[in-house]
DNA sequence: CGGCATCCTACCCGATACTG
DNA sequence: CAGTATCGGGTAGGATGCCG
C-alpha cells in the first residue's frame, strides 16, 4: 500500500474525528464544558456509561491535549477534570453539529438542559 | 433505565456523530464536495477503503439525507454520488474541525489535495 | 462497472467485582 | 471516591469472491 491517494493517517480530519468520534466524547466535552468537575459527577449525569467506559474516554480525551485529570491526594480522593483551550475551541464546533443536525432533524432535544442539571443542583424525579 | 439524566439517544450532537462519527464518512463528504462523482472515481482515490465498507458507508449517508445516489441502467452501468443541501451544510463544519486539528496538530496535511486529485484529471504517478 | 454475499477480525463498549 | 482488573458481546471495518 505504497502510493495512498492520501495519507489517511495524516488528514486533520481523519484525526480529529479519530479523537473525537467515539460514542461518547462529543457528549464529555459538552457536559464539562467550561467547569471542573469531578468524576463522580460525571458518573452521576452520564449514568448510562459504565464507569470503566467513562474513564477510559476521559483517559484518551487527556492523552489527546483536550482535557486535564487533576488528581488531589485526599481522603476521600478527588479529581477534577477540566477542558484544555483545545477543549474548549471544540465547543463552537460541536454547537453548529448540533444546529445542523437540529435544522434536519427537529425531533431532536438539546444537550444544554442536561449541562444546566449539571450545574444545577436540582434533577432526579423525571415523572 | 428509566431516568436518563439525558435522552441519549434524542440528543442532536449523539445524532450527528452516530451519522458521521465512523471512519470514512467526513472523508467521502469531503471528496464528493458539490461535484457528482461516480463509485469507481471514488474507490480509485479512497483505495484504502474496501470496496465493501465504501458502499455501506455511502449506504449509510444516502439514509442519512447526507448524500443521492443516482443510478444510470447503462451498459456499463454508471452510479454518481452527490451531496444533498444537509451535506452540504457540512463542509464548513468539517473545515472547522481541519482547522482546529491542524492547530493544534500543525503535521497534518491537508485533504484538499485529494479533492484536487479528484477533479484534476491528472495524478498517478508519485515520484 | 458497481455492486452484493460471505466470512473474519479487531476493538469499542459494557457488566461485574475488587482496591487504595 | 475514584478508580482498576477481568471477562465478554456486538458491531464496525476489512478481505475475498461472485454477479447483473
Known sequence: MNREKFAYSSC???KAM????SKWKPIIVCVI????VRFGQLAAIMDVISRKVLTDQ???LEADGILIREEFKELPPR????LTQKGLDLLPIFSLLEEW???YDPQSEVIHSVVHSLHEP???EKD
Chains 1, 2 share one sequence.
Open 12 to 14: 486533520p480530519l481523519v
Open 122 to 124: 436540582v434533577l432526579t
Open 33 to 36: 464544558r467550561d467547569k471542573k
Open 58 to 60: 476521559l483517559r484518551e
Open 79 to 82: 479529581v477534577e477534570y477540566s
Open 101 to 103: 443536525e437540529t435544522k
Open 18 to 21: 479519530t479523537a473525537l468520534g
